[in-house]
């Protein structure tokens, strides 16, 4: 493998736990403004349908699509506050559905 792969590969690495946090601590504040009833859920679940449907069906969104998914499902089942953190943390760091 030449330098220049390792350091895309390494870099790829990053910027995917960047994006890993920056998803988990977004999921975590809309998770706060939910329970306190600070978001209308209805219209919070029309815009993640909205996203989800504009985003490009193929293998790079793929685990972004299975993260929101399982995140929308948990919300729905009215978990509480702790159990939705453990859940969205979990699947981000597998980046498959529990």
Same mark, same amino acid.
């Not at 306190?36 to 029309?46: F, V, Y």
């Given at each position: 493998?030449?330098?220049?792969n390792?350091?895309?590969v390494?870099?790829?690495?990053?910027?995917?736990?960047?994006?890993?946090?920056?998803?988990?601590?977004?999921?975590?504040?809309i998770?706060g403004?939910?329970?306190?009833?600070?978001?209308?859920?209805?219209?919070?679940e029309?815009?993640?349908?909205?996203?989800?449907d504009? @985003?490009?069906? #193929?293998?790079?969104?793929?685990p &972004? *699509? @299975?993260?929101i #998914?399982q995140?929308r499902?948990? &919300? *729905?089942?009215?978990?509480?506050?702790?159990?939705?953190?453990? *859940?969205?943390l979990s699947?981000?760091?597998?980046?498959?559905?529990r």
């Amino acid at each position: 493998m030449s330098e220049d792969n390792v350091t895309s590969v390494g870099a790829s690495s990053v910027e995917m736990e960047f994006v890993k946090g920056h998803i988990a601590a977004t999921m975590v504040l809309i998770q706060g403004l939910w329970e306190q009833n600070l978001l209308d859920k209805e219209a919070l679940e029309r815009y993640f349908t909205g996203y989800l449907d504009n @985003l490009p069906s #193929d293998r790079t969104t793929l685990p &972004l *699509r @299975l993260i929101i #998914d399982q995140w929308r499902e948990d &919300l *729905r089942k009215g978990m509480s506050a702790g159990e939705l953190k453990s *859940r969205v943390l979990s699947v981000i760091e597998s980046d498959e559905p529990r």
